[in-house]
């Protein structure tokens, strides 16, 4: 049973009349949102049902009726919710409501059925309850609120945000409802994923009973809480009718993760009381929460320190900073070093509920310091509980304040003290609708245990076992034509990561589909291209696609589409242009060649014109012999460089097609340009391409494919 429900009820005994006073005012309509809800969490988390109420209080209530008289009235439910007996309670409201003849009696008998089952955990009734006393005009502007927490613990995010926002709409400042629809939307995303942990009930260690708390101690052993038969205990806790908690160790197969069946840790650790939520330092000195003391009549939670001494427990000594009178203090987590004390409490000075907060050891003193909240990152106007801290200094803990699933949620943050990170939601499935806490976990944070009483488990509350499953991230697209968007069959999609360079190929199916198998690389960079030369496509564009950041299974996609080879259709080819009056190839045309050499490599079966021009300086005819000498250099060029000859057309067609007004005889009235620049003449001086057939068969023998320069570089010139 978890510390913080045994802490309130153990606390209803000892001030069972300021309790009287507490119960009403929650009742009261005159709370703030914000308050009622916390006090309302506060009795939640008691988790005690009429099947586990007190016989001692029971017996109370029996003997506050009999003087009472036995007609069911709206007091008579107010005292049965004060001894904890919720389900009876709703019992006397519906009685209430069923016989009662004026509307505003039935509908305040209708809104407190629905809190008394809110209080009990029994959210379909409340459910049922709360839209009761709607239509009796209840008043109560609260309602809306709660039946937006009941979608969410019964994991119905999409109406709870449908009630959530029409809560706002006469509530609008309300930032507890702006945390719960955050957090619904978020749920509705997370469940939609690939879970990134196998989820598992430790079944040898659970029992219809409250077990949890995990905490690793030693090599190979897990201690945790049990509120179980077979205690150290020999009577019942009388206020849940079971046994009071102690602690028990399983010892773990390394290997195959599995469990032994329980034992109770023997020496003085355990009391006949309730003991237990611990965590252990380095050198197994153990941390852990007592709530009775050692003789049953302390009246808050307490940290203590255990020694072992190799045989057995000697007894727990309380630390210095607790305070009987004024505070409890739970939930102690020892850091890597020993040094600093994580642990939960309610006393003056914190934000919410119950906050976490630290206190550093001082060696000199041997003593523990001035306890310090963690600040507002990590604690909210709710509940913070569970700390736990990982050997990199990461602090786990669970919290209902921050914007999560349902319950209580499963947290993370990095820092120390007081500055932290944003905490980061463990998400579904470590977390749900219902209550998740106490997280602990190994060097590498891909297992551990935690707590939970989500559906499906032993008892009320038990402990889990998760493991992170291999993540697979798969990449998967199509490649169609850019101009009729038919699939383009049998294309070659090459794709390149950026960690180790390794190239990958995949072939398109009959629907021009591809997908990789589902193992690309976390935290890397892809680029990818598609192609099909010899049905002379043109490569597509390089696209990039990333995996940084990715934490669970994914499915990416990058489609491509390919433009075919245009026949019979002249392109310049910027680069390729020519001194005044020279046909000579200059440097920087030969690299541009280089690349036309390339590209007839990869598609061998087109034929290609390569047309040369010049600008209007010189007579007409001068200029047609001098751009044939131009174009017969350039094919000169790609001859000596290996593309075969009966590939290649030389064309000269002087000043014919000028691609500016740099005209230098007058005609079809035009004026001469003879102001042009040489900048704008020089644009002239070129060579174009033109696709002539696609269908050529080399008389060659066939030569191995040249490696490919990487996408995005530029060969070097030939000499």
Request: proline share 5%; hydrophobic share 30%; glycine share 8%.
């Amino acid at each position: 049973m978890d510390y913080q429900r045994m802490q309130r009820v153990m606390n209803i005994f000892f001030n069972l009349f300021n309790l009287k006073i507490l119960f009403v005012s929650i009742l009261s309509a005159n709370l703030t949102p914000e308050i009622k809800d916390q006090k309302l969490t506060f009795l939640k988390m008691t988790k005690i049902t009429l099947k586990q109420s007190a016989i001692m209080m029971i017996a109370l209530v029996i003997f506050g009726f009999s003087c009472g008289g036995g007609k069911d009235t709206i007091q008579k439910g107010k005292i049965l919710e004060e001894s904890l007996a919720y389900g009876e309670a709703a019992k006397v409201y519906k009685n209430v409501y069923t016989k009662s003849k004026t509307k505003p009696e039935r509908a305040e008998a209708a809104y407190r059925a629905a809190e008394a089952y809110y209080k009990a955990d029994n959210f379909k009734d409340a459910e049922k309850w709360f839209r009761t006393a709607i239509k009796q005009e209840h008043k109560d502007p609260l309602i809306g609120y709660y039946i937006g927490r009941i979608e969410m613990l019964n994991e119905h995010y999409e109406q709870a945000i449908v009630e959530f926002n029409n809560y706002k709409k006469s509530n609008p400042d309300d930032s507890l409802a702006d945390v719960m629809i955050a957090g619904s939307e978020q749920a509705l995303k997370w469940k939609k994923d690939k879970p990134k942990y196998r989820i598992e009930n430790c079944k040898v260690i659970n029992t219809r009973y409250f077990d949890y708390a995990p905490a690793y101690y030693k090599k190979d052993q897990v201690l945790f809480t049990t509120d179980r038969p077979g205690g150290n205990g020999t009577k019942k806790y009388p206020w849940t009718s079971g046994g009071f908690s102690d602690l028990y160790s399983t010892t773990i197969n390394l290997k195959t993760a599995q469990m032994k069946p329980p034992v109770i840790l023997k020496g003085k650790i355990n009391s006949p009381y309730n003991d237990g939520s611990c965590q252990a330092d380095k050198k197994g000195k153990v941390y852990l929460t007592i709530c009775n003391g050692r003789d049953g009549k302390e009246k808050r939670c307490k940290i203590y320190s255990c020694e072992d001494n190799g045989k057995e427990y000697a007894a727990p000594e309380l630390l210095n900073f607790n305070n009987d009178s004024l505070y409890q203090c739970t939930d102690p987590s020892i850091s890597p070093d020993g040094e600093t004390l994580y642990f939960v409490s309610e006393m003056d000075g914190g934000i919410g509920g119950l906050d976490i907060w630290f206190a550093r050891y001082n060696k000199k003193t041997k003593d523990w310091g001035e306890p310090v909240n963690c600040g507002p990152t990590i604690n909210t106007i709710k509940d913070e509980v569970y700390p736990w801290v990982h050997d990199d200094g990461s602090l786990f803990f669970a919290s209902n304040g921050h914007p999560g699933m349902g319950g209580m949620d499963i947290f993370y943050s990095a820092g120390v003290g007081k500055e932290w990170t944003k905490p980061k939601n463990m998400k579904w499935p470590i977390n749900t609708g219902g209550d998740d806490f106490a997280l602990i976990c190994d060097k590498t944070k891909e297992t551990g245990y935690f707590t939970s009483n989500r559906p499906g488990g032993k008892g009320g509350d038990d402990i889990y076992r998760f493991y992170l499953l291999p993540m697979e991230i798969c990449l998967v697209g199509k490649v169609t034509g850019c101009v009729d968007h038919q699939p383009i069959p049998n294309a070659t999609v090459t794709i390149n990561n950026s960690i180790n360079n390794e190239v990958l190929t995949i072939k398109t199916d009959a629907k021009g589909e591809y997908k990789t198998k589902c193992n690309l690389k976390p935290n890397a960079e892809y680029s990818l291209y598609a192609q099909k030369r010899e049905d002379l496509y043109i490569d597509s564009k390089v696209e990039e696609v990333s995996t940084m950041g990715i934490e669970v299974s994914t499915t990416l996609r990058q489609d491509f589409c390919l433009d075919e080879l245009p026949v019979d259709k002249y392109f310049n080819v910027p680069g390729i242009y020519y001194d005044l009056d020279s046909a000579r190839i200059r440097p920087d045309a030969a690299l541009i060649l280089d690349s036309l050499i390339g590209i007839l490599n990869k598609y061998p079966k087109i034929t290609i014109e390569l047309g040369s021009h010049t600008d209007c300086r010189a007579t007409y005819d001068y200029n047609i012999n001098l751009s044939q000498r131009r174009a017969d250099s350039a094919v000169d060029y790609l001859i000596r460089n290996g593309i075969e000859k009966e590939r290649l057309v030389a064309k000269g067609y002087g000043e014919t097609y000028l691609v500016n007004d740099c005209a230098c005889e007058k005609e079809k009235g035009m004026e001469p340009s003879i102001k042009c620049t040489d900048t704008e003449h020089q644009a002239n001086r070129r060579t174009t391409v033109k696709v002539t057939g696609k269908a050529f068969i080399s008389k060659l023998p066939p030569k191995k494919p040249a490696k490919e320069a990487p996408k995005g570089k530029t060969p070097k010139a030939r000499k």
